[in-house]
């Protein structure tokens, strides 16, 4: 398997822009995390899906930001518009069964700027 | 809500040295993650140690947990300049992980 695999792994972009980044877990993982990663807060959970349902997304930042699960195999982490305070790296992550007992898997992750 | 805290933040070390790195944590958890981040990676699992688990040995990694000071301990045996890398600790929260800000650790030859 080619675990996580994000797109793309670098985008860069002006202020009000739309961004989409996408993930396919490993095949298999039913639940699916979004994180991001900046130097100041850190690894933050954006939300999760299991089974393709969004079960808890308290940490998508406001609402220009949305997420999708369309199906087993892919997600994508909308950002509309941009700003200069999104940039950051945002990860995908998969995982077998609903057991917090599981490892995740990351991806490699996307490197956002937004100017 | 991050509930992981690593100490110390950076650590710098020669090869074939020990290293050993701190994470605190709030509330009670069923087990505790530690992960490995190189730079401009996605987090990798280590290893994995439960609340009833007091230490868990893995190649040259060894983990305590001591849920009496939530607290754990990641130590690097022997280490090597491909140890170089962030080391993270998660908790389990209501559906996922609550990372740390991490120990950056680097080991030079």
């Known amino acids: 398997d080619a675990g996580v695999i994000q797109s793309p792994r670098h985008e860069v972009t002006e202020m009000g822009q739309e961004v989409t980044l996408r993930c396919k877990p490993i095949?298999?993982?039913?639940?699916l995390f979004w994180y991001r990663q900046t130097m100041m807060r850190g690894l933050e959970l954006l939300i999760y899906f299991n089974n393709n349902v969004p079960i808890d997304d308290s940490g998508m930042p406001e609402d220009r930001f949305s997420a999708k699960m369309p199906n087993a195999s892919f997600s994508t982490l909308k950002i509309q518009p941009s700003e200069p305070r999104d940039s950051a790296v945002y990860f995908c992550a998969s995982r077998s069964g609903s057991g917090l007992g599981n490892e995740q898997f990351f991806g490699p992750g996307t490197r956002l700027t937004v100017l | 809500s991050q509930q992981g805290e690593e100490d110390p933040q950076a650590l710098s070390i020669q090869e074939g040295e020990n290293a050993t790195m701190n994470c605190s944590y709030k509330t009670s958890i069923n087990n505790l993650q530690w992960y490995r981040q190189n730079s401009g990676r996605g987090l990798v699992h280590l290893i994995l140690?439960?609340?009833?688990?007091r230490e868990k040995h893995s190649g040259r990694l060894r983990v305590t947990l001591d849920t009496s000071k939530k607290s754990s301990s990641l130590l690097i045996t022997a280490s090597r300049a491909a140890d170089t890398a962030s080391y993270f600790c998660a908790t389990d929260a209501t559906y996922a992980l609550n990372f740390g800000k991490g120990t950056s650790l680097l080991v030079t030859p």
């Open positions: 140690i439960r609340s009833n688990e």
């Open positions: 095949s298999g993982h039913n639940s």
